[in-house]
């Protein structure tokens, strides 16, 4: 360290603007800064919190164990009431993130099988979350465009049906030609379906969250009839693609039953490719001003087509990463069912991660690892796993109208304006 | 100048020269279709024969029998001959009529086509498209409902799928139909109230809203379909609506069958659509309605409750969507299965702006979706080589062509998605 502290040239500007306003600056203002969590994190986290104690009133509501418990006895319902919450939700934390006592024995025993058996939670949570992320990002980029993209699954069965066909027709390539040629194949799949509802929007007008829930069911026919005819799998009775080939699979790091693959590597770089866009360049800096303020951004010279254009076709680009993620990491082939929903639950996470990189990154880990803690709740509490569902619509009502959550938990309404999305209606 | 400029415009919306000229090509086009995709392959004196009534009518009339060939070149030449005036002269406010008659040319080619050398029973298949064509009609109805009044509901499918469950629930618990109906409504309504008071109240961006309701009603039906109707088959046993023919009128030719030979769903289909129609366009009730949906500042300045409006408009439509729910199970399926309202919720949505936000336009739109899903299913059985998914998918892009302007400019309500607030 330098003893000698060099003397700090005298800020100019700010030397023109006091002689300009003839007065000195005033006086420091004395900080308001409020204790604790900004609301802006806290919402969210009590948004959470109160999508689980709904989930638990609804475990509890439609149990046969409780009903039959106060059948006997106040006590006994209570007591049934608590078994059954604390059964199912041990069951999801376990499920999701691994049994410590199992996971401290396998250690001990050494047995490398057993090992990965133990971790294989957790790793499985980080594997549903990937496409989570990359379908997450994919709706917070459109809503910082100010486009409502409805359509990632449909552009994330567009990438899919792309990044298949190219993982199955090349054949002897080497990995490293073959793999990034299958992701961008998915990556072009979905933007073609993102710049189509885009291009009307910025073109005609229509509204594109009709056209993009149309083209939603378009991609679900038209990879209906690809499965059923050209891209079924000779000799297989049931819809589904050929196998990809292995020079297009996204490695996995450990052998069987972990499944986790690069391509949660992938999403947290595109995570950050995303927050480099948005915030660092000057193409992003438009994006969000047309967002933000269409007219103003006009007003400003950018081109407002253009950025609704290049915002949906960047969206759906994100959107057919998260399909080819998905065939070319866990299933390796395509088939009708490979979705359950990402992109509908990626409306709810791009709200939830505030439509900021790091926001839906870490939300895609919550509701991966609750997606995969519930297949366990399932089996072993018999909750039906689609509670997960129920769980994300509340949190999602809660975060779109963070009024109820400010009500129930008595927090006092920031002063500026929140930064909730506003999307006018059908007329564009 | 600002009238000049208005009345301009308005000159442009009714003979635009751009969209007579793209009329009179896609006639042609049409015309030339005809010929070109359907004539090779068929032989001279082939016949396609049309059966006219149900095995089960007491009046059969012979089956209807047409050259193949014949009727093709002749449905194309006046097709070709539509266009040519289209383009020479325009038929200006009639455009629309004549273009639905073009397109019902090129449906009959194309069944004349499907079924040449065969016998399709056309009563059966337009009763078959009038059934089809209930969910989807009444899903835009409800989509009506909410949206002229200004609040966007893409939450119809929810709706239906969550009064499909309550409605095969309840009705196998009290095993009767029509108290599994009136759950089914009872259900629609109440999720409704939660779009409305997201939207309303919290000024909930409406499409989010509409999708908590979707991933809601997912989620709810899934998990008590996997926890209740799956483990327990008497849960998922209602009671349905089966065909009640209405007596004399079920037995005229081709009419009877068609129309009056239905389920109770197509009735009140029908009752709604009067009832709507009138109610909208023909009363006090309807213009409130319409004006908190156009322009509701003015509407409250009239002493209109926009809020109440509203809540109002938002409940009826869910109970309507509620209602079609319990088609699926209570009049056509039985039971209740995962995700079985397919998107037919979404459809209706789509046969909504098809139908420009009327509840007729609505219907017209629902019977070609219904129609499109009814040949789907019969495309097999004829043989057709054109995969059925490609049927299915005309809905959806027909409404984005419709959505795209360029076959006459859909026009939602002005205020549609736009949450009110009082000053």
Same mark, same amino acid.
């Given at each position: 360290m330098n003893p000698e502290k060099t003397p700090q040239p005298p800020d100019f500007g700010k030397l023109v603007l006091e002689e300009i306003n003839h007065e000195a600056a005033p006086p420091p203002q004395p900080e308001r800064?409020?204790?604790?969590?900004?609301?802006?994190?806290?919402?969210?986290? @009590?948004?959470?919190?109160?999508?689980?104690?709904?989930?638990?009133?609804?475990?509890?509501?439609?149990?046969?164990?409780?009903?039959?418990?106060?059948?006997?006895?106040?006590?006994?319902?209570?007591?049934?009431?608590?078994?059954?919450?604390?059964? %199912?939700?041990?069951?999801?934390?376990?499920?999701?993130?691994?049994?410590p006592v199992r996971m401290i024995n396998a250690l001990q025993s050494g047995n490398a099988l057993e090992i990965r058996r133990a971790f294989n939670p957790f790793l499985e949570s980080l594997v549903t979350s990937t496409p989570y992320i990359f379908a997450g990002l994919a709706v917070a980029l459109g809503f910082r465009a100010g486009v409502f993209n409805i359509g990632a699954e449909g552009q994330l069965f567009m990438g899919a049906i792309t990044a298949t066909y190219v993982g199955y027709k090349l054949v002897g390539l080497p990995m490293i030609i073959h793999l990034p040629l299958a992701l961008l194949a998915g990556a072009l799949g979905g933007a073609i379906w993102g710049f189509i509802p885009g291009w009307l929007k910025a073109k005609t007008g229509g509204h594109e969250v009709i056209n993009t829930i149309m083209?939603?069911?378009?991609?679900?026919?038209?990879?209906?009839?690809?499965?059923?005819?050209?891209?079924?799998? =000779?000799?297989?009775?049931?819809?589904?693609?050929?196998?990809?080939?292995?020079?297009?699979?996204? =490695?996995?790091?450990?052998?069987?039953?972990?499944?986790?693959?690069?391509?949660?590597? @992938? *999403?947290?770089?595109?995570? &950050?490719?995303?927050?480099?866009?948005?915030?660092?360049?000057?193409?992003?800096?438009?994006?969000?001003?047309?967002?933000?303020?269409?007219?103003?951004?006009?007003?400003?010279?950018?081109?407002? $087509?253009?950025?609704?254009?290049?915002?949906?076709?960047?969206?759906?680009?994100?959107?057919?990463?998260?399909?080819? +993620?998905?065939?070319?990491?866990?299933?390796?082939?395509? *088939?009708?069912?490979?979705?359950?929903? &990402?992109?509908?639950?990626?409306?709810?996470?791009?709200?939830?991660?505030?439509?900021?990189?790091?926001?839906?990154?870490?939300?895609?880990?919550?509701?991966?690892? @609750?997606? +995969?803690?519930?297949?366990?709740?399932?089996?072993?509490?018999?909750?039906?796993?689609?509670?997960?569902?129920?769980?994300?619509?509340?949190?999602?009502?809660?975060? *779109?109208?963070?009024?109820?959550?400010?009500?129930? &938990?008595?927090?006092?309404?920031?002063?500026?304006?929140?930064?909730?999305?506003?999307?006018?209606?059908?007329?564009? | 100048m600002a009238t000049t400029t208005s009345a301009f415009h308005r000159k442009i919306e009714v003979v635009s020269p751009t969209r007579q000229r793209v009329m009179g090509i896609l006639f042609i086009l049409l015309g030339l279709a005809l010929v070109f995709f359907f004539t090779p392959g068929l032989s001279q004196g082939q016949v396609t024969t049309f059966g006219l009534s149900l095995a089960t009518s007491d009046i059969q009339l012979p089956p209807w029998q047409v050259h193949t060939l014949p009727t093709l070149y002749g449905l194309a030449v006046v097709s070709a001959i539509l266009g040519g005036i289209q383009l020479?002269?325009?038929?200006?406010?009639?455009?629309?009529?004549?273009?639905?008659?073009?397109?019902?040319?090129?449906?009959?080619?194309?069944?004349?086509?499907?079924?040449?050398?065969?016998?399709?029973?056309?009563?059966?298949? @337009? +009763?078959? $498209?009038?059934?089809?064509?209930?969910?989807?009609?009444?899903?835009?109805?409800?989509?009506?409902?909410?949206?002229?009044?200004?609040?966007?509901?893409?939450?119809?499918?929810?709706?239906?799928?969550?009064?499909?469950?309550?409605?095969?629930?309840?009705? %196998?618990?009290?095993? +009767?139909?029509?108290?599994?109906?009136?759950?089914?409504?009872?259900?629609?309504?109440?999720?409704?109230?939660?779009h409305a008071v997201l939207s309303i109240k919290y000024k909930t961006n409406q499409i989010v809203?509409?999708?908590?309701?979707?991933?809601?009603?997912?989620?709810?039906?899934? &998990?008590? %379909?996997?926890?209740?109707?799956?483990?327990?088959?008497?849960?998922?046993?209602?009671?349905?609506f089966g065909g009640t023919p209405i007596p004399l009128l079920s037995e005229v030719p081709i009419l009877g069958p068609v129309l009056f030979n239905n389920s109770i769903f197509v009735y009140v289909m029908f009752v709604l659509l009067i009832v709507l129609n009138i109610a909208l366009f023909q009363t006090r009730w309807g213009l409130r309605l319409r004006a908190v949906g156009e322009h509701p500042k003015a509407a409250d300045t009239l002493g209109i409750d926009v809020f109440k409006t509203r809540y109002m408009a938002v409940i009826l439509g869910g109970m309507v969507a509620g209602f079609a729910g319990g088609y699926f199970t209570l009049g056509s399926a039985g039971r209740f299965d995962e995700v079985m309202t397919a998107g037919r919720g979404f459809i209706g949505l789509a046969a909504m702006i098809f139908g420009n936000w009327n509840p007729f336009g609505a219907f017209g739109a629902g019977l070609l979706f219904g129609f499109a899903d009814a040949l789907a299913s019969r495309l097999a059985i004829l043989g057709v080589a054109i995969p059925s998914q490609f049927l299915l998918m005309a809905p959806y892009i027909a409404t984005m062509i419709v959505l795209a302007g360029v076959i006459g400019r859909a026009r939602p309500p002005a205020a549609d998605g736009i949450p009110y607030e009082k000053e």
């Open positions: 800064r409020k204790r604790g969590i900004p609301q802006s994190v806290l919402i969210p986290l @009590l948004a959470v919190l109160t999508g689980l104690i709904f989930g638990a009133i609804f475990i509890i509501l439609t149990s046969q164990e409780v009903y039959n418990g106060f059948g006997q006895s106040f006590g006994a319902g209570l007591t049934a009431m608590w078994d059954v919450v604390a059964r %199912s939700y041990t069951a999801l934390f376990t499920g999701a993130l691994g049994d083209m939603n069911y378009i991609a679900f026919r038209l990879s209906e009839w690809l499965l059923t005819g050209p891209m079924k799998r =000779p000799g297989s009775y049931n819809p589904v693609s050929p196998e990809i080939q292995p020079s297009a699979w996204l =490695p996995r790091f450990f052998e069987d039953p972990i499944r986790f693959h690069l391509g949660f590597f @992938l *999403a947290l770089g595109m995570a &950050y490719v995303v927050y480099w866009f948005l915030f660092k360049t000057t193409w992003g800096f438009e994006l969000r001003t047309v967002g933000s303020n269409p007219y103003g951004a006009k007003y400003a010279g950018m081109d407002v $087509t253009k950025n609704t254009v290049l915002a949906m076709t960047l969206s759906g680009a994100l959107a057919g990463l998260a399909g080819a +993620n998905e065939v070319l990491g866990v299933n390796h082939s395509l *088939a009708m069912a490979f979705s359950s929903g &990402y992109g509908f639950d990626s409306i709810a996470l791009a709200l939830l991660g505030n439509n900021h990189p790091v926001g839906v990154v870490l939300a895609s880990l919550l509701f991966g690892t @609750l997606r +995969n803690g519930a297949t366990s709740m399932q089996l072993s509490a018999n909750v039906p796993n689609d509670i997960i569902s129920v769980l994300q619509a509340v949190i999602l009502a809660f975060i *779109a109208a963070p009024a109820i959550i400010r009500s129930l &938990y008595r927090l006092r309404k920031p002063a500026e304006g929140e930064g909730m999305i506003t999307i006018k209606g059908w007329g564009g | 020479a002269r325009g038929f200006g406010r009639y455009t629309n009529w004549v273009l639905g008659l073009v397109v019902g040319f090129f449906i009959f080619g194309f069944l004349v086509w499907a079924a040449a050398g065969k016998s399709l029973n056309l009563v059966g298949m @337009l +009763n078959t $498209t009038l059934s089809r064509s209930v969910p989807i009609t009444l899903g835009a109805l409800s989509g009506i409902l909410c949206e002229r009044s200004g609040v966007v509901n893409i939450a119809i499918e929810g709706m239906m799928l969550t009064g499909a469950m309550v409605s095969a629930l309840v009705g %196998s618990i009290t095993q +009767n139909a029509w108290i599994g109906l009136l759950a089914a409504i009872f259900a629609g309504a109440l999720l409704a109230l939660i809203s509409g999708t908590v309701i979707n991933i809601f009603a997912t989620g709810l039906t899934s &998990y008590i %379909s996997a926890k209740f109707l799956q483990v327990n088959q008497a849960l998922n046993n209602p009671p349905t």
